[in-house]
């Protein structure tokens, strides 16, 4: 089955740009999802991207797909102490019928 | 409703006993999926549910484990002799439709129920 994996821990400075990074092992994902968990609250869909694109910015946040290499990245600009949470990569492939989360990146801002 | 809720938002109980956990889906979505947050590992996917089809039961652990889900809305997820590795958050999540190339197939999740089993 399909396999998820992000780094557990990103620590970046208020103002500076963060890149989450994620990779999986199935080549017929379909759709692939960024969300956010604060503590104490469900998660939250931040963007998504379809498998057919390479990119996709919306304000904030940049979402970076490279098929052949089967990485995905969220890139958040001007990263604010409000941005700290844990960060979920999700993937559904052609023969899932429920989303493979990896195990999310908890980022800190640091003042 | 206008979100997903969950119910009990906390649950204390002792190895052995049983425990229910209620999702109220977002009113109108067919698609109903129970998902498992251990500390410090990512969400292990459970059971889903859609419309009426027999439900994907795939994810659950052991036979301890169950879930209903009555009317197409409300899911309760029971879990039987309760053991301390059964400790963690239980996530719910609704969305419109599961079927590929249906859309993004969005998920909408609720604050998930803390269940601690001492």
């Known amino acids: 089955g399909e396999d998820v994996e992000q780094s557990l821990f990103l620590s970046v400075r208020e103002g500076d740009s963060s890149v989450i990074n994620c990779t999986y092992t199935d080549s017929s994902s379909t759709y692939l999802y960024w969300y956010k968990q604060e503590p104490g609250a469900g998660l939250q869909l931040l963007t998504y991207i379809f498998s057919n694109m390479d990119m996709k910015q919306d304000q904030r946040l940049t979402v970076l797909l490279n098929k052949k290499d089967k990485h995905l990245s969220l890139r958040i600009a001007d990263t604010q102490t409000g941005d700290s949470a844990i960060y979920f990569c999700a993937v559904i492939s052609g023969s899932a019928r429920q989303l493979t989360f990896g195990s999310g990146t908890q980022l800190t801002v640091l003042p | 409703g206008a979100g997903v809720s969950q119910s009990p938002s906390n649950k204390v109980t002792e190895k052995g006993k049983d425990v229910e956990l209620r999702c109220d889906p977002i009113?109108?979505?067919?698609?109903l999926y129970w998902y498992r947050q251990s500390l410090g590992q990512g969400l292990e996917f459970l059971i889903y549910?859609?419309?009426?089809?027999?439900?994907?039961k795939s994810g659950l652990p052991s036979d301890r484990f169950s879930a209903e889900r009555t009317g197409g809305s409300v899911s309760t997820l029971t879990i039987q002799r309760t053991q301390q590795e059964d400790s963690a958050v239980y996530l719910c999540?609704?969305?419109?439709?599961?079927?590929?190339?249906?859309?993004?197939?969005?998920?909408?999740f609720g604050a998930g129920s803390r269940l601690t089993v001492l």
């Open positions: 999540a609704s969305s419109l439709s599961r079927r590929m190339g249906s859309g993004a197939n969005v998920l909408t």
């Open positions: 549910f859609q419309g009426n089809s027999a439900p994907d």
């Open positions: 009113s109108g979505h067919t698609a």
